[in-house]
Each structure stands twice: as C-alpha cells, then as structure tokens.
C-alpha cells in the first residue's frame, strides 16, 4: 500500500509503498477513509534532527477516521467494518492517566518515542493504519469520514480547551477566540453549543471572520493595533472573561493579555512560538489563571462526535485526494486552507 512517509528532519514527506500491516494480540486494522491535515503535522515535518524523539521513519497522520477491517485475536469491542475515528494520543497504557482514559497526560510521555498516531507511530496517511488496541477507537456511525476525521485532533483539543473554562464563561460572560482556522471554528462552534457566553472572534484575514460568523460568532474583527479596544466594548468594558488562542504568537499573547479581565482565563493552544514573561505587577491581568490544554481525554472526543451527530458541530474542510498531498502541505503553510485539510484515498 502507499503510505506518507517521513524519512528525514526537515524534508517533504515521500510517498512510499510498505507491506498492508498484519493485526497481532489486541491490536486493530483500520481501512483509513479520511485524514486530516494540521500545523502540527507541519511542526513535525519541519523538525530538526534531536528536536523531537520519534524515530524515522513513520507514516504521518494523526486525525483519523475509517471502518475496522481486521483483528487480531485478542480485540474486542470493535466489530469488522464499524466505522470509527482514532483518539490519537498514545500513551504508555499503564499509569493511572492512561488506564482512565487521559493518553494526552500520560505519565510517562516524556520517556516515550512517540505520542500517538502520526507523531512517531504510523498514522493514517496511508491505505490501513495498525491502532494498538480498540481503546484509541471511537464509534462514528452517522458521520461522513470526513467529518469524523478532524474531531479526533481539530475538535477534540478545541472542546477540550473549552471544558477547562467553562466555569467561567455562563450567561453574560464574553469568550474571545484569537485565530480561526481549523480549531478556531470549532471552537466557536463548541462556545454556541455547551455555553451561554457572549463570542468574540479575531483573526487577520477576511475570509476566516466570514467563517467565524457561519460557526456563530457574535462579533469578528481583524486583529489590529486598536483590537483590544474594540473587543473590550464589545463585551461591556471589563474585558473579556476568557481568552481562547489558537495561534500564540507574540502579537496575540499581547492581545490576549490587553484584553481579558482581572481574574479572567486564558487557555493557550497555539504553538505560534510567543511568550508570556512574569513581571512587575501591572504586566499581567492581576489573579488570571493560564492553562496550555493538549489534546483531550478519549471520553471527551465521545462527547465531540456525538456534538457533530446532533448537528451542533460541522467542520468546515477542503478534500484533497492523498496524491495531491504535497498541495494540501503546501497550501496550509501559506495559509490558504479554509478550515480544515483532509485527505482521501484516491
């Protein structure tokens, strides 16, 4: 079968032909269906050697949707062509975070080759992708694969951020989400559905505020040398209740920091290489609370697809056939994708 390899730091993935992987004991073989495409992928490709502690090669791919097609003889509870979308953290499987579900916490994350499908493991950029045991597996049925797909990373991490602030985002509350690309809108979309929080969106293109308005927000402004002024009007002066940045930036940490409230939440998600240096009172929003989610418990990407079931969550994507990968690469980088990548088999 053809998988998207990585083979060396630093260059484009290659596409290589590799054996259809064999089930052993508990593990489980997945007709991939759709992949979703990220800037974590990006993060990975463009690594230097030592930056990272996976081992090459691997096949990339870590938003994964598709039916089981095999077993191994100790699986259970997936049965042969149920369709499913992979949680895509992998753990160690045995300290306490893992056996209750949290793989993105583990314990022992630090100590391992990889975090999961697509991240030092072979992820679903291929034909089939080989899933450890059917606990990484989530049943989809009544959601199209390409639907499915980015919910296991896109959803997943954006719910997940949300759940961490939803104490403070109740009625009349103001949540401003920085960057509205493939999270961003789901996030919006996550705040209309579980919240009855007024939502800000910022982000420096048109189009992706036009996004922000069809997942629900209430007010969209491009990100200027006034937009902190604009987004505390708009939530009544205070500034805001929570700060949601999907991109994390030096420009949108400063904007984050300018416009939330005292005691506020910011929940940072964006790896956009900014920081928040702690200094002389008056720097920071006094008594704010900052929280770095990653990814999310499996339970939690349950909660998600059954959100999308309802009709509450639709991600907005583009369809590249996997030949046409390196244009779908190409066009993420230069920020030409419109909500969420995905690639399909040809």
């Known amino acids: 079968m053809r998988a998207l390899r990585l083979t060396a730091w630093g260059e484009p993935p290659a596409p290589v032909d590799v054996d259809r992987p064999v089930p052993h004991r508990a593990q489980v073989l997945v007709r991939v269906e759709a992949t979703g495409l990220c800037h974590s992928d990006l993060h990975v490709i463009d690594a230097t050697p030592g930056a990272l502690p996976y081992r090459l090669p691997f096949t990339l791919g870590h938003e994964v949707a598709g039916r089981v097609a095999a077993l191994g003889p100790d699986a ?13 953290p992998w753990g160690c499987g045995s300290c306490g975070r893992c056996a209750a579900g949290w793989d993105n916490y583990c314990d022992r994350r630090d100590t391992l080759p990889w975090h999961g499908a697509g991240l030092g493991r072979d992820g679903g950029m291929a034909a089939y992708v080989l899933v450890p045991s059917a ?11 390409g639907q499915a797909a980015p919910l296991s990373d896109a959803g997943l ?6 759940a961490g602030l939803r104490h403070a985002i109740g009625e009349g509350a103001t949540a401003v989400v920085v960057g509205i690309g ?18 800000l969106a910022v982000d420096v293109r048109d189009d992706a505020l036009a996004l922000a308005d069809r997942s629900g927000a209430d007010f969209g402004t491009l990100l200027r040398a006034d937009t902190a002024r604009v987004l505390r009007a708009r939530g009544g002066g205070a500034g805001a209740d929570a700060v949601l940045d ?3 930036t030096a420009e949108t940490l400063d904007l984050a920091v300018a416009v939330l409230r005292p005691g506020g939440e910011l929940a940072v998600v964006g790896s956009g290489g900014g920081r928040l240096t702690v200094a002389k009172p008056g720097v920071l929003p006094p008594g704010f609370r900052l929280s770095l989610p990653f990814w999310g418990p499996r339970h939690q990407l349950a909660e998600v697809v059954a959100l999308a079931r309802s009709g509450a969550l639709h991600v907005e994507t583009e369809r590249f056939p996997m030949s046409a990968a390196a244009e779908a690469i190409d066009r993420l980088r230069r920020g030409r994708v419109r909500g969420r990548a995905v690639l399909v088999p040809d």
């Open 76 to 88: 259970d509870g997936v049965e042969v062509g149920e369709p499913v979308v992979l949680y895509g």
């Open 135 to 145: 606990r990484h597996l989530v049943p989809a049925d009544g959601l199209a694969a």
């Open 157 to 162: 991490t954006s719910y997940h951020a949300v």
């Open 182 to 199: 493939g999270l961003g809108h789901l996030a919006v979309q996550i705040l209309r559905a579980t919240t009855a929080c007024r939502v």
């Open 246 to 248: 999907f991109v994390g």
